[in-house]
């Protein structure tokens, strides 16, 4: 974190360059006016800035802030709804700044090491990503509009926004270059003021009203024990028999199909997909890594079954891949959902971080699928998903990420790690108080692999621990094996975001679910109310969304 001192050098450094004009045209023209002039020009300055002041109350920046929107005219007369919209549209001319940045970085420098090249080609479809979410907010920033759906779906763009810079970042984590210090400022500065958005979006007139809860207030009701923003025809498509359903492709190891790869399959689906297109992957282990990229929305893989239709790659930090990049199945296009398919990276708890999924596709689910790895298996990456009778596999925070994101009746297994390695089920990356993200594990078994059972007390395992500040975990009415150690949680760095974490668990079962001797840090709790328990099931945390009303997933609305 930047000292106060650092940071208030640099937001001066950042002033607009509007404003500094308008503050000396401003004075420059009081000297040829009378005193009454004078006295009138100087009360309209202090009016302005006494407007962005009060915009900006309660934001984490308001230095940025107050020096983004004082260089607006006419603030008086500019309703909350515009004073957002300046904010991101001088984001937005920030992040495309950064793009141009990061694209000479790679040009300039020819003796960039492999992983900062893939950093950096990171960092750029991450920009893309942020400047699309960024821009369907403004769209939906609308006077007009003061839904409780739209207050969420703004909500979910913008914690997507500042996720992907936080990610960009990461990809340096084993650099020894200078690349992210020379990037990291810019994309501070763009982070913060899409928290200052998030604040000041709390302001729209019409929207606090609409929220249930502080908690998790974002996504949607279930019906049938799937939610409800899955259309009934998706709902259909995912309850069905493989055999009842149409495909729009086939992919086949065999040649029986329109492909043999998974990938020609995805080139060859339709962009920008209004309806859903059905991918029918057949049994078989498909050797390849597959990338959904956002043009491709609307998407479903269907296989035959956990472990008959498995996707398998072996890409991991160790061998130069980031972490993001390694995914052996990556997931951007909005509206992604998937059955009966195992998603797997094989690289082995040697490789480090190696993800067999990653998903940044908004209102995405998996039903009935496996995640198969070892540290860093299942990437939650950003926005809004669920997962329904899955599988999850791994050791260290093989589950992690900053998605808003539900678990319901899913397995979680620890494996067999290398030596001197703990497990542990969660690491959650929530960066910001505001963001609308978690993660909910309901209704779930939290048991050892097969590997491990043997080898059970020769390694301490752990729920979650705080990969960022404002880490957000919980487990409700889930069966917790003996395998967790009593404390239950784990410090990621001393006493990192132990204040500012919150972790909690409400009537769990098992052995392992005794809380008598858990940590007793000011961000943990108990959970003993139904009521904040409800928060955070597909009811609560997905509050006033219809996205999986259409899939025919099975779920359950609430506590169960």
Not at 58 to 80: I, M, N, Q, R
Not at 302 to 326: H, Q, Y
């Amino acid at each position: 974190m930047f000292s106060s001192k650092r940071r208030s050098k640099l937001l001066l450094t950042l002033l607009p360059f509007s404003t500094i004009v308008f503050l000396i045209f401003s004075a420059s023209t009081t000297l040829k006016k009378t005193s009454k002039t004078t006295e009138t020009s100087r009360l309209h300055i202090r009016r302005h800035l006494q407007i962005a002041h009060s915009a900006c109350e309660g934001t984490l920046y308001p230095e940025l802030c107050v020096s983004t929107l004082s260089s607006l005219p006419d603030l008086a007369f500019k309703s909350v709804h515009r004073l957002i919209s300046a904010t991101i549209d001088r984001t937005l001319y920030e992040i495309r700044a950064s793009y141009s940045n990061c694209t000479g970085i790679r040009k300039k420098h020819k003796n960039l090491n492999i992983l900062e090249n893939r950093a950096l080609t990171d960092c750029i479809e991450l920009f893309d990503d942020t400047i699309a979410e960024l821009t369907s907010a403004l769209h939906d920033l609308s006077p007009r509009k003061t839904t409780s759906k739209q207050f969420q779906d703004l909500q979910t763009l913008f914690s997507g926004a500042m996720t992907n810079q936080d990610t960009c970042l990461d990809g340096f984590a084993y650099s020894n270059g200078n690349v992210r210090d020379i990037i990291k400022y810019n994309l501070y500065n763009i982070s913060r003021h899409v928290s200052n958005s998030l604040v000041m979006l709390k302001k729209v007139p019409g929207f606090n009203m609409s929220l249930k809860s502080d908690v998790f207030p974002e996504y949607g009701r279930m019906k049938r024990g799937l939610p409800t923003w899955l259309s009934s025809k998706d709902r259909k498509l995912l309850q069905t028999t493989e055999n009842g359903t149409r495909y729009d492709l086939i992919v086949a190891k065999d040649g029986t199909g329109n492909y043999t790869t998974i990938g020609d399959a995805v080139a060859a689906a339709p962009n920008s997909s209004t309806t859903r297109f059905v991918i029918y992957i057949k049994a078989g282990s498909y050797f390849e890594n597959v990338e959904v990229d956002r043009k491709k929305t609307m998407l479903m893989f269907l296989g035959d079954g956990i472990g008959k239709t498995v996707v398998k790659a072996s890409r991991n930090v160790i061998d130069g891949w980031t972490t993001f990049r390694s995914a052996t199945v990556a997931v951007v296009g909005n509206g992604f959902i998937a059955k009966g398919i195992t998603f797997e990276n094989s690289a082995g708890p040697s490789k480090h971080q190696a993800v067999a999924l990653r998903s940044g596709s908004d209102l995405s689910a998996f039903y009935q699928c496996s995640f198969v790895g070892y540290q860093d298996t299942l990437y939650v990456h950003s926005l809004r998903q669920f997962y329904r009778d899955c599988d999850i596999y791994g050791t260290i925070d093989f589950i992690f990420g900053n998605a808003a994101v539900v678990f319901q009746n899913c397995s979680l297994y620890a494996r067999k790690p290398n030596e001197n390695q703990k497990n542990i089920f969660t690491a959650q990356g929530r960066e910001d108080p505001n963001q609308n993200t978690g993660i909910s594990i309901l209704n779930c078994k939290v048991a050892a692999a097969a590997d491990l059972i043997p080898n059970q007390t020769n390694f301490k395992t752990y729920l979650g621990r705080p990969w960022k500040e404002y880490s957000r975990t919980v487990y409700l009415q889930s069966y917790i094996g003996d395998l967790v150690d009593p404390a239950g949680w784990l410090e990621w760095n001393g006493t990192f975001a132990v204040s500012t974490l919150y972790y909690g668990e409400y009537k769990n079962r098992g052995p392992g679910s005794n809380t008598s001797a858990r940590v007793t840090w000011p961000g943990y709790r108990i959970i003993n109310n139904s009521s904040v328990a409800s928060q955070f099931t597909v009811e609560g945390f997905l509050q006033g969304s219809q996205w999986l009303n259409s899939t025919g997933f099975p779920f359950f609305l609430n506590l169960g």
